[in-house]
């Protein structure tokens, strides 16, 4: 996968996830918590910048564990990263619903689809 076919497919799904903020903060139950949904949106877009410039490092790598290595490793930081700032916006705002999980679930699952497609494209590079 090219950096620049890499790049457009990110702006489109990133429009698709503004849009999701954007619908998904129409919700009454979620007015007071606006900004989780596009800090969600702004923290996975860098992640997926990320995960993709190692992942792409570790396909062409000679070592044929990095590129799992980095997988992995993406993955349990993006876990360690939800357990994080769910836990962290809870204690700092004390919510009165568990809505506001809604954006930042919305904002991970979209992600996470695209960064699994971009990591089994980026998995067939042959060196």
């Given at each position: ?13 990133t429009?698709l ?19 989780v ?19 792409r490092?570790?396909?062409?790598s ?39 999980i809604?954006?930042?679930f ?12 971009v ?7 042959k060196n």
């Amino acid at each position: 996968m090219s950096e620049k076919y890499f790049y457009l497919q990110l702006i489109a799904v990133t429009l698709l996830a503004a849009a999701a903020v954007y619908l998904i903060n129409t919700l009454p139950q979620l007015q007071a918590h606006r900004i989780v949904g596009w800090i969600s949106l702004g923290l996975f877009f860098f992640i997926t910048i990320l995960m993709f410039h190692f992942g792409r490092q570790a396909a062409l790598s000679d070592n044929k564990h990095t590129f799992t290595n980095v997988f992995l490793g993406f993955t349990t930081g993006k876990i360690f990263l939800i357990i994080l700032f769910v836990f962290g916006y809870s204690r700092m705002t004390e919510p009165e619903t568990k809505f506001f999980i809604l954006p930042f679930f919305s904002m991970y699952l979209i992600y996470t689809i695209f960064e699994t497609y971009v990591m089994m494209k980026l998995g067939r590079i042959k060196n």
